[in-house]
RNA sequence: GCCAGAGUGGCGGAAUGGCAGACGCGGCGGAUUCAAAAUCCGUAGUCCCUUACGGGGCGUGGGGGUUCAAGUCCCCCCUCUGGCACCA
């Protein structure tokens, strides 16, 4: 130990032999206590400086413990929100649990082990490895949502959205799991498998709870442009909203009245429709086959219901179909075409029936060829030959053999058609999208039940308010039922319950919410973590929304960036939030890759487990290792040794710490590589991505540094704060050496002198016709004309033009002259 | 097939249109050590010429182009990653 304790103004020396090994074990440990007892981290919900909402995107904690991936984004936002706080600014850096979920629930079914127990260790074991890693969180703010205060708060917001009608019960096809027991949205199946446990899904009508998210899929899609998004996650967005604009055109059925209703995005080949395709769940195909198809459609239809989408999809190279036996009448020609039906025309989109146009369309072009179905020709290429007879047309061209309206460009004949379908009265313009109203009950234990109750008089009546929160009850078996009831079903006396509005006899929906549920609002429960009035004050919310940064993984894309989205729009409406959009800039990590260059995985036997990085390295090289591997965005695999290197450089640093200290001034060329340490380091900060070249520039400094035995102590107090978001234990322990309170991390960030950055003398790469031929020392302020007669006056440079004429000599001031010669 | 992103030493990666390969890993050489580990110092893209000292060519997935100058900008192609995929 020193002694007496330094203090500015000291000068007392210590001997390389009182020098103390790196010891994050003990000092680790140390700062984080002290952190959490000082508040250092605590956000003040109002101020007038500036503020800013760094959110990470929070985990499921699940029961194998944190991976090598959660600390990277969370170690970058770390990184952001300290240098933040050192610039002056009010951060808001919270820390919570997304509980909810199947894998508790599954492993409650093995072993007979309440859900809530399981989770509760889970989370336990997952704050310790996260608070071990040294993140400026506001713990003050952990929120969990399974929590029954948050609980409470996820259901009112459900009833606020149900009384808006935006929530409604319907028969639909629905994907249901029978491994998994619950029916899943869309956007949770992969490939016609579950996207948990890759488990087959088939299709199946069941009564369900709908959100109307398609109420929204206008904005949703609009309000992508102002986000501070990645161009992937937006077009996800936009590709998974599907927007198409067209026609929906009625063709009358040839017999008995009534009509088919189709829309297609080329009204301008309403000509060329020479046939129709219903899906084979279209309510029309009953009433209009004939007798004599009446077996073969039946079958058909019969044999598709039995197919998972999977199987449809599997199909697609080869159409099938039957005739009805019925015909309509194209409004355009005036012909009666044939009506089939066919699995490839889903039930769920547009209409759940087409006009086909084999002449330019290829699935249709493919369906006609097989059932020798007549093809027309209606639009040409504007120049160039036409693919057809041998393959669809499928461009914009030039209408033909389409009456008055022939010899129109497509997009011209669109727009006529449909004025004229409009006139008829039998069609008009549309706008249709791939995105369904979102299904939301599942058929689990482990999640929230909807706080409805179903009454055989009143109907549906919300639970009121002052009931909330809702539950779950205990039930003897989690399982989910064969048919389809849920684990809830079982809770007889549970789910017997009195009207809210008559009083009578009634019965709890027994249904619980999809996990997504809870973290569509968790970022706005931590800006009010403790308000038991409401889910959180509006004053409060407009101080801190948006959220300014938002870091997590790109598996998201679709699901809880988009569901999040859609509940903060339904907030805007009913006046709860201010903002239109809860994510203003997001920010994607890269995936951390094995050793082998390949996923972790348990089964490759590739897994990282930080804490075993921790143990034997320390969080401060954790943190930067993960750090200085690469760009934040980009993949990245895990080298053992990489991390070796940071540890070394950490130990280095360490080293320089505790070396004797002066106060006088330091040397004009150290302050200069200090103050480019600076540009260097907050440059890196500001990039958002690219910490690594942060990291390297103080690799250069201590590269530097280790060759003086006596440091400076301007230096050592500026290194240290730079240091501090990056390895932020070691930077404390530093900062107390220099005979500092605590803490660094309440410091101002250190600023450059323009000045200072600039070298006084400039290395100048002289090229002939690009090739670099000879390398000049210059003063820093050297004009053009100095450049190039210095260049002119080199030897090597005299050699490389000899005999040749200099037409042209290009200058760029402190770089390079390019000398051109002919 | 469509959409988005990416291809730079043995490896991870740097580089406002201006000296490609910063920084780190690994390698090689040396110091230290009885020895090793650790540590420290040095070294290095590649090919060719030269005994050496040196010198020259080629180099950022491939091919074209713009420019005094291209990893960076434009066009075409190839490969990889992620997403969507019968959406009419």
């Known amino acids: 130990m020193r002694t007496p304790s330094r203090g500015p103004g000291d000068d007392v020396m210590v001997s390389k032999a009182e020098r103390k090994p790196l010891d994050h074990a003990t000092i680790e440990p140390k700062w984080q206590r002290l952190w959490q007892q000082h508040g250092t981290f605590r956000a003040r919900d109002e101020g007038a400086g500036r503020k800013a909402y ?11 413990g944190l991976h090598v991936g959660h600390p990277e984004g969370y170690t970058a936002s770390d990184i952001w929100s300290r240098w933040l706080r050192m610039t002056g600014v009010n951060v808001l850096h919270p820390m919570g649990w997304d509980a909810f979920g199947l894998p508790a629930e599954q492993y409650a079914i093995q072993t007979g082990q309440h859900p809530a127990v399981t989770t509760t260790a889970n989370i336990a074991t997952f704050k310790r490895q996260i608070q071990a890693l040294g993140f400026s969180y506001d713990w003050d703010r952990e929120i969990s949502t399974t929590d029954p205060e948050y609980v409470r708060w996820t259901q009112w917001l459900f009833l606020q959205i149900w009384k808006k009608g935006l929530v409604y019960e319907a028969e639909v096809p629905v994907n249901w799991c029978p491994a998994l027991g619950t029916v899943l949205a869309n956007e949770e199946v992969v490939d016609g498998k579950s996207e948990r446990g890759n488990h087959p899904v088939i299709r199946k009508p069941m009564r369900q709870w709908m959100m109307k998210i398609t109420a929204y899929a206008e904005r949703l899609l609009n309000d992508l442009e102002g986000l501070d998004w990645t161009d992937s996650i937006k077009a996800q967005q936009r ?474 102590r301007e230096t050592l107090e500026t290194f240290a704060k730079l240091l501090s978001p990056f390895a932020p234990h070691l930077a404390e322990e530093a900062w107390e050496l220099l005979g500092h309170a605590p803490c660094v991390a309440s410091q101002s960030w250190p600023t450059f002198d323009p000045a200072l950055v600039k070298d006084t003398e400039v290395e100048i790469a002289v090229q002939v016709l690009g090739k670099v031929k000879a390398r000049i020392v210059l003063p820093a302020d050297a004009d053009e004309k100095a450049h190039e007669a210095a260049a002119l006056a080199d030897e090597k440079v005299q050699a490389a033009i000899a005999g040749k004429t200099v037409r042209k000599v290009i200058v760029v001031k402190g770089r390079n002259v390019n000398l051109v010669v002919g």
């Open 239 to 712: 590709n998974w909203i599907g927007k198409s604009e067209g026609a929906e055109v009625e063709f009358a059925l040839a017999q008995g009245g009534g009509s088919i209703r189709v829309f297609t995005t080329r009204p301008d080949t309403l000509f060329g429709a020479t046939y129709m395709v219903l899906a084979p769940e279209h309510p029309l195909v009953k009433a209009i086959t004939t007798d004599a198809q009446r077996a073969a459609v039946t079958a058909y239809v019969e044999q598709s219901s039995k197919k998972s989408d999977l199987d449809r999809t599997d199909l697609a190279k080869d159409k099938s179909g039957v005739f009805t036996g019925a015909f309509a009448t194209n409004p355009a020609t005036g012909k009666p075409i044939p009506v089939w039906i066919g699995d490839y025309i889903l039930a769920s989109y547009g209409t759940g029936a087409i006009m086909a146009v084999p002449g330019h369309d290829e699935r249709d072009f493919a369906f006609a060829t097989k059932y020798g179905l007549p093809i027309v020709e209606v639009v040409k290429p504007t120049s160039g030959a036409t693919t057809l007879p041998g393959a669809a047309y499928c461009e914009y061209g030039v209408s033909v053999n389409s009456g008055e309206f022939s010899n129109l460009q497509s997009a011209e004949c669109k727009q006529r058609v449909t004025a004229w379908l409009e006139s008829k009265g039998i069609g008009k313009g549309t706008v249709n999208y791939k995105l369904r109203d979102w299904l939301f009950s599942r058929q689990r234990y482990w999640g929230e039940p909807f706080p409805l109750v179903r009454c055989a008089t009143c109907g549906v009546q919300p639970v009121p308010d002052s009931q909330l929160p809702v539950l779950l009850p205990d039930v003897p078996d989690y399982r989910p039922t064969e048919h389809g009831d849920p684990p809830l079903a079982r809770a007889t006396e549970w789910v017997k319950t009195t009207c809210p509005k008559c009083g009578g006899a009634a019965q709890r929906d027994t249904n619980t919410m999809p996990n997504w549920a809870g973290s569509c609002w968790y970022y706005l429960r931590y800006i009010d973590p403790k308000n038991t009035s409401a889910p959180f004050d509006p004053k409060k919310v407009a101080y801190w929304l948006p959220v300014d940064l938002y870091i997590g993984g790109a598996e998201h894309a679709v699901l809880h960036l988009l569901y999040a989205r859609f509940w903060h729009k339904v907030f805007f409406d009913l006046g709860l939030v201010s903002t239109k959009e809860p994510f203003r800039k997001l920010v994607n990590q890269g995936l951390i890759l094995g050793e082998d260059n390949e996923k972790m995985s348990k089964s490759r036997g590739n897994v990282v487990n930080p804490d075993d990085v921790v143990r034997e390295h320390g969080a401060d090289s954790l943190r930067l290792y993960e750090m200085f591997m690469g760009p934040l965005e980009a993949a990245k695999p895990w080298n053992t040794r990489g991390i070796v290197g940071v540890r070394r450089f950490l130990e280095r640093a360490w080293d320089v710490f505790q070396r004797d200290v002066t106060d006088a001034p330091a040397p004009e060329a150290e302050r200069r590589l200090v103050h480019k340490t600076i540009q260097g380091v907050t440059k890196g900060i500001e990039t958002l991505s690219q910490f690594n070249t942060s990291i390297a520039k103080m690799m250069e400094l201590v590269n530097d540094l280790t060759s003086r035995e006596v440091q400076h």
């Open 54 to 64: 760094v959110l990470d995107m929070f985990p499921y904690p699940s029961g194998a």
